[in-house]
Each structure stands twice: as C-alpha cells, then as structure tokens.
C-alpha cells in the first residue's frame, strides 16, 4: 500500500497569509494526487486534481505542485472561509488519503 | 444537477451488519465508478472500496476486503455497501462518492453515520 503523510498536522495563520501545505508519498504516484478540503460536519470538496490542476469552480488563490513523491498545496492569501481541513489523497495505486491538516485561525 | 443521496443513521450492535446505500442522480450511471470512504469521530479520511457500475467489479482497501460487499443496481441507479462483523472501532460517517477517471472524487453524498454500540 502506498502511505500518504501531510505536515504539519495543524497550521495557525491569519488572513490575507500565504500557506504551504506537504504532502509525502512513500512510493512514486507521478502527479496523482488530488488535494480536499473539509469543513466540520461537511463531506470534502475537491479541490486540486493531478497535483496541479484546478477543479472547476475552486478560488484561483489555491494551488498545487510537485511529483513523484513530494507535493505541496498552497493558498496565496487566505480567507476567512478557507480555515478548514485539507487532505491529500494519491489515485495512483487504489486512493490512500493523508491524515489531515488543520489550518486554524491564529 | 449530480446528486448523491445517502440513506440515514443507523445504529447496530457489535458483531451484526449494516447497508448503506448511495442513489445517484444527474448523470449516466455507469460511466464513473463509486468509491466509499469513512471518517471516525475527530479523525480523518479513509478509503474503502470502489465499485464499477458498468459490470460491478470490486477493489477494496486490504482492511476491508473480508468485511465488505458492494453491490448495484443500474434500474435505480443505487450502489450498496454491506459492511459485516461490525466493532465500535466502525463507527463512522460514511461517504459515497462519484469519481470522474483521472481526477478525483468530484461528487459526494451527504454522508451516513454509522454507530456502533452494545
């Protein structure tokens, strides 16, 4: 199976920062990843697609990068509705999703 | 528009078995397969099994294969997911999800608590 690990687990900002958010596979998934957020009591809402595309509708401060194994998401300037939890998620091999980052308000 | 619709909260004892079932609407049945995650209270997310409404072909998460049926049925549009042997450790929201190939799981239902209790 192939393990996904986000870091950090949670995250403190204000609005209007720039964050980076990594993600680590523990084999080669080439860029398929995708990158969730969650709100409490909501199921998630795709974001990015093949670590770097933009889902359709989703905020143009959101990006993503990266291959192979190593992948971040960044929010450029952050807003008061993106303090959320975002998963990663590889589709390379079945889906495995990270454990989860907390991004809270400082 | 695409809709998925989840069946509501159940609550079992331990060693029975739950069904959930997940109705799609909006879009072709069989062109985009069906995927099930879970989420334990105050945890994250984890994959279960992905169903093919095309011809009904099974993967599932090595921790699940023995506990998990999944079946379809493409007049109703409805994938269901037995999970058997259930402890307090499966007590969960459970999501169905639409997965469009390549991209990710871009359609979920509203997710079903499962609660497992003697």
């Known amino acids: 199976d192939i393990q996904m690990t986000q870091s950090p687990s949670t995250l403190s900002a204000s609005v209007g920062d720039r964050v980076t958010i990594t993600c680590r596979a523990s084999?080669?998934?080439?860029?398929?990843l995708a990158w969730y957020q969650q709100k409490p009591g909501k199921a998630p809402n795709l974001l990015i697609y093949k670590a770097s595309s933009l889902h359709s509708g989703v905020p143009s401060r959101f990006s993503g990068s990266g291959s192979g194994t190593e992948f971040t998401l960044t929010i450029s300037s952050l807003q008061p509705e993106d303090f959320a939890t975002y998963y990663c998620?590889?589709?390379?091999?079945?889906?495995?999703f990270g454990q989860g980052t907390k991004l809270e308000i400082k | 528009q695409v809709q998925l619709v989840q069946s509501g909260a159940e609550v079992r004892k331990p060693g029975t078995s739950v069904r959930i079932s997940c109705k799609t609407f909006?879009?072709?049945?069989?062109?985009?397969?069906i995927h099930w995650v879970r989420q334990a209270p105050g945890q994250g997310l984890q994959w279960m099994a992905r169903l093919n409404p095309t011809d009904g072909s099974i993967r599932f998460a090595q921790k699940f294969q023995d506990r998990v049926t999944m079946t379809r049925d493409t007049s109703t549009n409805t994938v269901d997911m037995d999970l058997s042997s259930l402890t307090s450790d499966d007590t969960a929201v459970y999501y169905c999800g639409r997965v469009l190939t390549g991209v990710g799981i871009d359609y979920w239902g509203q997710g079903t608590l499962v609660t497992v209790s003697s």
């Open positions: 084999h080669n998934i080439d860029t398929w």
């Open positions: 998620q590889q589709y390379d091999s079945d889906y495995t």
């Open positions: 909006g879009y072709t049945f069989t062109r985009f397969h």
